[in-house]
Nanobody
Framework: QVQLVESGGGLVQLGGSLMLSCAASGSIFSINAMGWYRQAPGKQRELVATITSSGRTNYADSVKGRFTISRDNAKNTEYLQMKSLKPEDTAVYFC????????????????WGQGTQVTVSS
């Protein structure tokens, strides 16, 4: 069984910083792309950032220059460093990862974390 567990959300003031973590565990052979998404109340889930297995990154325009995605392949963990936070960054943040299971190396499946709340107060 593979699962993603997020941590690091919380309440922060305007202009503050937070670091989110997402650890993948279980019978994992390899992890391809990893990413972060967010969903604000009444809105659709949107892409925040992605990172490939080789470290190439992609960001939503709304977070460029403020957020940094990274990963530690040895720990099967990805991170999202968030700085200069704004009230519009308030949302539930979800991590995901494209994982090849050790028991079935022919398929890549996308797994999601349970979500962590980030609230930015003004």
């Amino acid at each position: 069984q593979v699962q993603l567990v997020e941590s690091g959300g919380g309440l922060v003031q305007l202009g503050g910083s937070l670091m989110l973590s997402c650890a993948a565990s279980g019978s994992i052979f390899s992890i391809n792309a990893m990413g972060w998404y967010r969903q604000a109340p009444g809105k659709q889930r949107e892409l925040v950032a992605t990172i490939t297995s080789s470290g190439r990154t992609n960001y939503a325009d709304s977070v460029k220059g403020r957020f940094t995605i990274s990963r530690d392949n040895a720990k099967n963990t990805e991170y999202l460093q968030m700085k200069s936070l704004k009230p519009e960054d308030t949302a539930v943040y979800f991590c995901n990862a494209d994982i090849v299971k050790a028991s079935d190396r022919y398929y890549v499946n996308t797994y999601w974390g349970q979500g962590t709340q980030v609230t930015v107060s003004s």
